[in-house]
């Protein structure tokens, strides 16, 4: 258990910035309820079970619950959002004792988390906000602090890292923990207990604004990433809550705003895409909060959706935590979807299907005002009410919130958050993220060959890219490009670096000009002939394009892919010139950048790789680094050949080539794709078992380093199952490793099949392993398959066995598979 309340909290100061508010009351402390290794929350002066740390979790939510009245309850089943998104305070005041606060609340969200600076002041106002809850509601239930951490924790100073994009391009699932675990430690010095992370949806449309947001658009990819991740934050005693579930990455068309709905995909493909991080997250990493999406599935929203909120996620997936509502679903339900007629019936619909929390951006009085009248009027079972309520509690005994309910350190806080340790760690983020896409005449890495260099375009110097929405702001360690090249031959005599703008990521008429295009302005025009200047009087041009916060994010959809605004007229003025070009491209969804690939001798890619990106790109321009990161998805070379994406049923992505056809066939750039500055050679396939009787088989292989400098190779294993009773994927990725290796060194790397990995929803849709023929796949891209090889399941008598369950042509449940996963 954790330790007892220290002296330091006992005695807050009331004395720090106020942040504008006219009034401010001065609570007295209360503490006598503080105890010798227990607090009296209920001030009646005994130890009640709830009170009582040698207690079981479930005997404690007993006993709280027998004391709850309705009001105190129905309070437990909303979010508050903080200051100056709803809280009118910044700290507790008078109000609270007569508002619906007086009663408690289930979260506080984002509280002051961009109102103060200073890591330690911030500790402390959450605390003395935490007080008001422990001290001044008749039952003492603290509160739960959230707050976004999809890119870095969602708070000033916070260690910035890259975006979920440009983490899934790092296909390093250690990194990924780390990242989970620094945001927890950050979060817990400040206050703050549960964190909104990771974002599990998996992106099946290139024009999704919400790509930048997303890992990858592999399930299994966005499963290994997301379990370490949330088993990183977790292991902190800090939640962790994926959103959105489920089947958000598939809206139709991607587009946003009210239209976030209706996911064109069957009931298998919900299994097997959309369904799968979360299954794995929930059962592995144990994450103890979910968000639930926008969206609906055959014709029922998931905030009204019993099936998904209560059998799937409760019932199959073994969740244990609480839901919040994603903002406004909600209201959604009436206002939207019409599956209601008004608010209060989109209340009553929410709660029955399981959906523990409201979290939107306003007042929640009229909601929770809502749950006690539905409950008086008998619509609403207090039943229901309590188990919804006991979800939340559950979580908050869990965080230990009942033993120490002040989990920020008000004085060292701020050695913990962007100490350097994590900035450490955040570039070495910013490094794994870097894919190369192009080395013609090994133009890359620049080295000293070059006297003057031009440094050109909008994401040169810009920290547009760098979106504080859901992440930190005020960052520290910020490198431009720009800036990270002069960082890295400060020290390298005879070589002049010059920047110029040139024009914006977007420009006046942006986004109409995207479907009508529209001339250069005055404004434009000299930008370019600025940079064409710089240019021509320069050895090489590196020019850095491609996406920011106005052309990628939450509700920038867009009807194309190509550069935004006239960026594509910059790099055919700069290509012009004649002198080499490496194109650094700077983006938040996959780019049709056919032209470059075309005419670019280089092209470096970053998806959106935090506020150090800057440098981490320019160590590897210069040869300091070796990217070795690989896409983590499909680029296709137009929009008009989308929906393109894996995994994909046989042949879906294939395109005919006929002598009139139009010049689109075939990828860009397939998933998985990525070059080095060193070459690797894969041998030795090995299979431990030819036939197996039980699904469980060993692969490994030999990768050597056979080039003169070290690099990262991710090897990446897929699994094909050769015949099935119904259409499979055509390559599943089931297994990957980023490894390091010095030049000339060689590693096995090992991979683990397990039953889970070879499901199929047959056509009586049920999950089984069918017996045949597996194929094992193994290289360095989707494409770029090196070793392959079978092995069988055999057909004889023999059965898999899962906890004494037969799988062999019946349903395989989860929780059978849950010990059987890699």
């Known amino acids: 258990m954790k330790k007892n309340l220290s002296v330091a909290f006992l005695c807050l ?17 209360k503490k006598e309820i503080y105890k010798k290794g227990w607090i009296d929350f209920n001030k009646n002066g005994k130890k009640d079970v709830y009170e009582d740390p040698t207690k079981t979790i479930d005997e404690r939510i007993d006993d709280l ?28 005041t008078d109000e609270w004792l007569v508002n619906v606060l007086k009663d408690g609340i289930a979260n506080i969200d984002e509280h002051l988390n961009k109102e103060i600076a200073d890591p330690n002041t911030l500790a402390k106002a959450l605390a003395e906000t935490q007080r008001f809850f422990v001290e001044y509601t008749r039952l003492g239930i603290p509160v739960d602090f959230s707050t976004e951490g999809i890119r870095g924790l969602n708070a000033r100073g916070a260690t910035s890292f890259p975006s979920m994009n440009g983490l899934g391009c790092t296909w390093d699932k250690e990194l990924a923990y780390l990242q989970g675990t620094i945001e927890a430690k950050e979060a817990r010095a400040m206050g703050y207990t549960n964190v909104y992370a990771p974002i599990l949806d998996v992106a099946r449309d290139q024009r999704w604004g919400r790509w930048e947001g997303s890992i990858g658009e592999d399930p299994y990819l966005v499963a290994r990433i997301g379990v370490a991740m949330s088993k990183g934050i977790q292991e902190q005693n800090v939640v962790s809550t994926p959103k959105h579930f489920v089947g958000y990455g598939d809206c139709k068309a991607s587009r946003q705003w009210d239209a976030r709905t209706d996911p064109h995909v069957t009931p298998s493909e919900m299994y097997y895409i959309h369904e799968y991080p979360f299954r794995k997250v929930f059962q592995e990493a144990g994450a103890l909060g979910v968000m639930c999406a926008y969206n609906d599935y055959d014709g029922i929203p998931m905030a009204g959706n019993y099936h998904y909120l209560t059998e799937v996620l409760r019932k199959e997936m073994g969740f244990k935590g609480y839901v919040v509502s994603d903002s406004y679903a909600i209201g959604r339900l009436a206002a939207v979807h019409k599956v209601v007629p008004d608010f209060k019936a989109s209340c009553l619909q929410a709660l029955e299907a399981g959906l523990n929390v409201r979290t939107e951006f306003d007042d929640p009085t009229l909601y929770i005002s809502h749950i006690r009248a539905l409950v008086k009027e008998g619509k609403l079972s207090i039943k229901t009410v309590d188990e919804m309520v006991r979800d939340v509690l559950y979580v908050k005994f869990w965080l230990g919130l009942f033993d120490n309910p002040y989990a920020g350190n008000s004085k060292t806080a701020s050695k913990v958050v962007s100490c350097q340790e994590h900035l450490d760690v955040a570039l070495r983020a910013s490094r794994e993220c870097l894919v190369l896409l192009k080395n013609q005449d090994n133009i890359l890495p620049i080295g000293n060959k070059y006297k003057r260099i031009a440094v050109i375009g909008p994401n040169a110097e810009s920290r547009n890219y760098i979106p504080s929405h859901y ?33 914006s990521t977007t420009s006046k008429g942006w986004p109409e000009n995207e479907l009508i295009p529209d001339t250069l302005t005055t404004d434009e025009r000299k930008g370019i002939e600025e940079a064409v200047t710089l240019a021509s009087n320069s050895d090489l041009t590196v020019l850095v394009l491609g996406d920011d916060f106005y052309t990628s994010g939450e509700s920038r959809t867009r009807s194309s892919l190509n550069l935004a605004g006239h960026q594509q007229t910059l790099l055919e003025e700069i290509v012009k010139t004649g002198k080499p070009v490496v194109l650094v491209l700077i983006w938040g969804r996959p780019a049709t950048i056919n032209y470059a690939d075309k005419y670019c001798k280089g092209i470096l890619a970053a998806g959106y790789p935090g506020a150090q990106g800057g440098l981490a790109i320019a160590e590897a321009l210069k040869g300091d680094y ?54 690797f050679k894969y041998e030795d396939l090995t299979i431990d078992s030819l036939y197996t009787n039980t699904a469980n088989v060993e692969i ?27 259409t499979t994927y055509e390559k599943n990725l089931r297994g990957f490793e980023r490894i390091h290796l010095e030049p000339g060194e060689s590693k096995i790397v090992r991979f683990k099949i397990v039953p889970d990995d070879l499901i199929l929803v047959n056509r009586e849709k049920k999950r089984v392993v069918e017996p045949g023929e597996f194929r094992v796949m193994l290289g360095s891209s989707y494409e770029d398959i090196r070793l392959s090889d079978s092995f069988y399941y055999k057909v004889d008598a023999s059965e898999i066995k899962l906890n004494g369950n037969n799988v062999k042509g019946k349903m395989v449940n989860d929780s059978d598979l849950k010990d059987k996963v890699q």
């Open 626 to 679: 070796n990217p070795g990161g690989k896409l983590n998805g499909t680029w296709p070379k137009s929009i008009g050949q989308l929906p393109m994406n894996i995994p994909t049923k046989p042949n879906a992505n294939w395109e005919q080539m006929k002598m009139h056809t139009v010049a689109n066939k075939g990828l860009l750039y397939c998933f998985g794709y990525g070059l080095s500055y060193t070459n």
């Open 13 to 29: 100061s009331l004395c720090f910035p106020l942040l504008g508010q006219k009034e401010y009351y001065s609570f007295p402390h």
């Open 65 to 92: 619950l027998s004391q709850m009245n309705l009001d105190e309850k129905s309070c437990q089943l909303s979010t508050y959002y903080g200051y100056k998104k709803a809280l009118k305070d910044s700290v507790p």
């Open 471 to 503: 992440g930190p702001s005020d960052f520290k360690n910020y490198y431009g490009v720009y800036s990270g090249l002069k960082e890295v031959y400060k020290e390298v005599d005879g070589i002049e670096i010059k920047y110029c703008k040139g024009i």
């Open 700 to 726: 490994s292989c030999k990768i050597t380093n056979t080039g003169e400098v070290a690099g990262d190779e991710v090897v990446q294993l897929y699994v094909n199952d050769v015949v099935s009773s119904t």
